[in-house]
């Protein structure tokens, strides 16, 4: 298996409170990763460090061989090969929704303003936004608003996108139709990882998953071992909790 | 005072106080399109995360405390104590005999450029983090985050702030006359000089402004709106069909599909 991610003895403090210690996993490519844990236990610092929205403090992050912590290394250039799909949506309040999927296309990818139309709008058709690409942001529901945020992500047609906790700000009835959308992606050998709570969603669509307690990976394995039958008690008491 | 006074210096002296309100207009205008642009280049470099590279950001700071000087300074002055100062100071200290106009439009930039700067200042920090955080993520640079997703934003956040610059500025240009520029106020002066009907000739001026602020006002309302756009948006129908993304994305994994 390729890995596409190799991240080395990740740290990362903010001041003297130290959020992630020593943090070694790696991603293969077609994977889908979903990283549990409880609130404050570094889920999401972890994949803010992986595109680098948080400066990681020490470690190595390999991206198809090379380190992208490297003073020079071009950020830009590594961010446009992974896309992040937001808690709180971030699309772009001053672009309706095709815009929102073809400003990166254009600015950032080059694309001629038809490709990046016809691209954007295969992947809207693919959440199910085509019909709204007038829109503005303001005037869509958090489903909506989410499902235009992940075709923005695929309309740059990434390596690897990285999810946020994608539904934690949805209200229930939302949830499903988010998770429907990422639950097809999965399966299309689309390179994921998701930080998430939604436990049964993880246990369907994870190739591998990764349970996070204070700033170390505590556990990590396939669905089934991390839910029937987890090695350490705090993996078993987190369950306990969550299901 | 009578009504019949006042018509009558409007009859008699409109050339006047139409070219003094020329004056004023094209000096606001242009010292605030210009302050502005001071402003969003001030207020966007000041914005800038310190860069990485120890050279960048120590050029950066340097640029940054040069610019925290001009702001303190130009805000921290009257406009017709600098108006004097840069006027008779360029031609005592370089031997520069400035345009009046010119020498006009110059202060009043500056000045507007500072209070510009820390409105877009403002401005870019109330804007939400993930609007900068989104466009990074999708590898955007710095300035192609400035430019296509944060100053759209910032522009429309700070129209009713700029309103009140552009207003402020029409008022605030009658203080040039200490440098006899030919604005309002100084022609109001020049014709109360003559007839000595003070009362009824800036009576006269003062409706001349507040036309002109009013105007403005109303145009830049007009504005927002335009930029705000439409309240309802058009859905988009070219083809219905049911569950789309199963056709358009081939599956490699499982094929069953799991409500939640």
């Known amino acids: 298996m390729e890995k596409i991610i190799e991240i080395k003895h990740l740290n990362k403090s903010f001041g003297n409170h130290e959020v992630l210690k020593d943090i070694n996993f790696s991603v293969n490519k077609g994977e889908v990763v979903c990283i549990i844990g409880s609130s404050g236990s570094g889920k999401s610092t972890l994949l803010r460090c992986i595109n680098l929205l948080e400066v990681p403090s020490g470690g190595e992050i390999i991206y198809k061989g090379e380190n992208i912590l490297d003073d020079n290394h071009d950020i830009c250039l590594y961010r446009k090969n992974l896309g992040m799909v937001f808690q709180q949506f971030n699309l772009f309040n001053n672009h309706d929704v095709l815009g929102n999927c073809m400003v990166g296309q254009r600015k950032v990818l080059n694309r001629s303003k038809e490709e990046a139309e016809n691209i954007s709008m295969k992947y809207l058709k693919v959440v199910d936004m085509d019909k709204y690409i007038n829109a503005k942001p303001k005037q869509l529901s958090g489903g909506q608003k989410q499902r235009v945020a992940i075709a923005r992500s695929l309309s740059m047609e990434p390596d690897v996108i990285l999810f946020d906790e994608p539904t934690s700000a949805l209200d229930p009835e939302m949830v499903g139709e988010v998770l429907k959308v990422m639950n097809e992606l999965a399966k299309t050998g689309l390179t994921m990882i998701i930080v998430t709570h939604e436990m049964e969603f993880a246990k369907d669509v994870a190739d591998r998953i990764v349970f996070m307690d204070k700033g170390v990976i505590a556990e990590e394995g396939t669905p089934d071992k991390i839910f029937n039958n987890p090695s350490k008690e705090r993996t078993r008491e987190f369950l306990r909790r969550v299901i | 005072m009578s009504f019949q006074s006042i018509i009558k210096i409007m009859s008699e002296y409109y050339p006047m106080l139409l070219r003094g309100a020329g004056i004023t207009l094209l000096i606001s205008i242009v010292g605030t399109v210009i302050g502005f642009v001071i402003g969003l280049l001030v207020g966007t470099i000041r914005t ?117 610059e552009f207003v402020i500025n029409i008022k605030d240009t009658s203080v040039l006359n200490v440098i006899s520029v030919t604005e309002l106020f100084f022609q109001t002066k020049s014709i109360a000089g003559n007839n000595f009907k003070y009362f009824e000739t800036f009576f006269v001026a003062s409706i001349f402004y507040f036309v002109m602020t009013f105007t403005v006002t109303r145009i830049l309302r007009f504005c927002e709106m335009k930029i705000d756009g439409p309240e309802n948006y058009t859905i988009n129908i070219e083809d219905i069909s049911v569950n789309k993304s199963e056709k358009l994305l081939p599956r490699v994994k499982d094929t069953s599909v799991k409500q939640y």
């Open chain 2, 48 to 164: 800038i995360p310190i860069p990485r590279n120890r050279i960048k950001a120590f050029i950066l700071k340097i640029v940054n405390v040069v610019f925290s000087i001009y702001i303190e300074i130009f805000r921290g002055t009257p406009m017709i104590v600098q108006a004097m100062v840069i006027y008779y100071g360029s031609a005592l200290a370089f031997g520069i005999d400035m345009d009046r106009i010119f020498a006009a439009i110059l202060i009043v930039s500056i000045n507007t450029g500072a209070y510009m700067a820390e409105i877009v200042r403002g401005g870019i920090s109330s804007i939400d983090k993930g609007q900068f955080e989104a466009a990074q993520a999708i590898g955007m640079n710095h300035f192609q985050t400035m430019t296509n997703i944060i100053l759209p934003q910032l522009i429309r956040n700070i129209l009713p702030a700029t309103g009140n």
